[in-house]
């Protein structure tokens, strides 16, 4: 019941990015020919009708939607030779696999933070912890990214300052920490708030009545359980990572889907704005749906709707 | 709420004085937080600078000099935060920024404020499946990529700086919807609503008297986190050039002129960063703050 229900926002929630989008590309004053003014009208003409855009707004819409299903965005506007396609197929295993070792990064050490600053609560540590997981909440990637460049590229000479230089491991460093910072201190902040309320429940108690060791009782009953609520934070940790990854791959010039995004932002190019747009989307919608699932299979509260 | 039955609250009562309202206490409690304190004064120091600097500084936003491009912060020229690279003093610009990246923060989050308390407030009201439609509505929203769609919305209008006002407070609405729906419906269930609508009164007089006052707490304290989170979205589509145009400039636009010079001037990016930052830390303790104080059983 709780999956139908899920699914049954998920595909509305999909075929709704993909009208509104087009609907709002479309109804944009100015088009993406504009700048080439000077151009015959029957020059024109020809042009916009090369890319469907003199066709009515419905047979467009119908167009763009069954091409869509098939995964065909049509040609870039700006990149003339490439379609939507192709460009997203060059980006797209750049940013997963930046947005993904981000994330594996933001969990391990998130996690890490939040379990240590749990066991000594109200110590040192975790008012070090939390203060540092509040600056990295409070400030935003576009401005922790280049104090990493001067510091670690300019200063210490230590990481190359951009570019992605075929996936070379040093040049990824920089940008998968600018990525991941904001998601370890939300992780760290919920893995210490599940740790607190799970150590005060009856079962560890119970647990450690029973005589078993503190090692055991943490690494076995506490931490499992408290781990339970960030299942359901990976969809909106994903597309937090996502929007990060539109300024953190303009900062280190990475060829990935997020700069081709805000270029065709910039430049008004519809297909790929569109593309992008509803690629990204159904990834999070996905992840969201997977979390969910997974994490109310995990704790029955959320299911039956107590959470 | 406990501080009701507390020692003085019980003698005031008994000296037959006006007990103090739930707002009063709360006053009371956030003004020992010292921290939460700190910052309405910083805020205060932060958003009268980006007032005033702008009027009485030497030097204008769009003053050029050309004999000091990218000059460091210097202290007898007046330009204390260093000139860009069109010899413009920062000083003045980073409190013009501040100017607009405020004014951006406090109008989407008053845009937002009045589409989520009406539409949540409605929905709870209202109940049954005109509620359960319009919260699945906002379901629906809440799971696209807003910020995409934030993208989407000033590239097709244009770069305008009230777009970017309405962009961004037409999807931040959601979260405030939910808080007031949830509230509404606690609140519906009281006895004094119940009195209202036996004395006769009309919905909308209800919903205005009675139920809007009581689910103002967490409202507020939902508001001094979104104004932030407003700042910081607006800051994020100026870096990436889609939010506010030169001339005018914002901490984000400010940040991203000096990412381009951060190894020549890293001044450049420090006090605008400074000040975002400070202003997110500020907007953060108060928030805390009055959470704390609002309702001190939520501990």
């Known amino acids: 019941m709780f999956t139908l229900r899920r699914l049954a926002i998920a595909l509305p929630t999909l075929f709704i990015i993909a009208t509104a989008s087009f609907f709002l590309m479309r109804a944009a004053p100015g088009g993406p020919f504009d700048a080439e003014a000077d151009l015959e009208p029957a020059v024109l003409e020809n042009i916009r009708a090369a890319y469907d855009l003199d066709k009515p707004l419905l047979e467009q819409y119908w167009i763009y939607l069954t091409n869509a299903l098939s995964g065909d965005f049509g040609p870039s506007l700006v990149y003339k030779d490439f ?10 295993p750049i940013s997963a696999k930046l947005g993904l070792l981000a994330m594996i990064v933001a969990l391990l050490l998130g996690g890490l933070c939040g379990i240590i600053a749990a066991l000594r609560q109200n110590g040192i540590i975790d008012h070090i912890i939390m203060a540092l997981a509040m600056t990295g909440i409070a400030i935003p990637s576009f401005v922790t990214a280049p104090i990493l460049v001067l510091f670690f590229g300019l200063y210490l000479k230590l990481l190359p300052v951009a570019g992605w230089n075929d996936g070379a491991p040093a040049n990824m460093v920089l940008p998968i920490i600018a990525l991941a910072l904001p998601q370890i201190a939300i992780i760290a902040r919920l893995m210490r708030g599940g740790m607190l309320e799970v150590l005060q429940s009856n079962f560890v108690r119970t647990a450690r009545a029973k005589g078993l060791r503190e090692s055991h009782v943490i690494l076995r009953h506490v931490m499992q359980t408290a781990a339970i609520p960030l299942v359901g934070y990976l969809g909106p940790a994903l597309a937090g990572i996502m929007t990060g990854s539109l300024v953190i791959e303009l900062i280190f010039n990475l060829p990935g889907v997020g700069r081709y995004f805000v ?16 690629i990204y989307g159904a990834l999070i919608i996905a992840l969201n749906l997977l979390s969910d699932l997974a994490y109310a299979a995990l704790d029955p509260r959320v ?5 | 709420m406990s501080g009701i039955t507390s020692a003085p609250g019980i003698a005031r009562a008994a000296r037959g004085d006006m007990s103090q309202s739930l707002w009063q206490q709360a006053f009371r409690r956030f003004r020992r937080n010292r921290a939460a304190m700190a910052s309405i004064y910083m805020l205060t120091c932060i958003a009268a600078a980006a007032i005033f600097v702008p009027v009485f500084w030497p030097h204008g936003i769009e003053d050029a000099n050309w004999e000091l491009i990218s000059s460091a912060p210097a202290w007898d020229n007046f330009h204390w935060f260093g000139t860009d690279a069109n010899g413009r003093d920062l000083f003045v610009r980073v409190f013009y920024g501040g100017r607009i990246s405020l004014t951006i923060g406090v109008m989407t989050t008053c845009v937002a404020l009045c589409i989520g308390v009406i539409y949540g407030a409605v929905a709870g009201y209202a109940g049954g499946r005109t509620d359960s439609f319009m919260m699945r509505f906002v379901d629906v929203l809440y ?8 993208i989407i919305l000033v590239t097709v209008f244009g770069r305008n700086i009230f777009l970017v006002f309405v962009a961004i407070g037409a999807v931040e609405w959601l979260t405030m919807s939910r808080i007031v729906r949830g509230q509404t419906l606690t609140v519906k269930s009281k006895e004094y609503v119940e009195s209202a609508i036996a004395i006769g009164l009309s919905r909308p007089a209800i919903l205005r008297r009675y139920i809007i006052p009581n689910v103002l707490g967490p409202v507020v304290v939902y508001v001094t986190l979104l104004i932030p989170t407003n700042i910081v979205i607006e800051s994020y589509l100026s870096f990436i050039g889609l939010g506010v145009q030169e001339p005018l400039t914002s901490w984000g636009l400010l940040i991203s002129q000096g990412a381009g010079q951060l190894s020549s001037a890293p001044w450049l990016i420090f006090f605008p960063a400074t000040f975002l930052a400070l202003t997110m830390f500020c907007f953060n303790f108060i928030g805390d703050g009055l959470r704390d104080a609002l309702d001190p059983q939520g501990r």
Do not use: C, H
């Open chain 2, 143 to 150: 799971s696209l990529p807003l910020l995409f769609f934030i």
């Open chain 1, 263 to 278: 270029q065709g932002a910039l430049n008004r190019d519809y297909p790929l704005v569109m593309g992008v747009v509803v």
């Open chain 1, 303 to 307: 299911r039956r709707g107590y959470r």
């Open chain 1, 83 to 92: 379609g939507v396609n192709e460009l997203i197929a060059i980006g797209l």
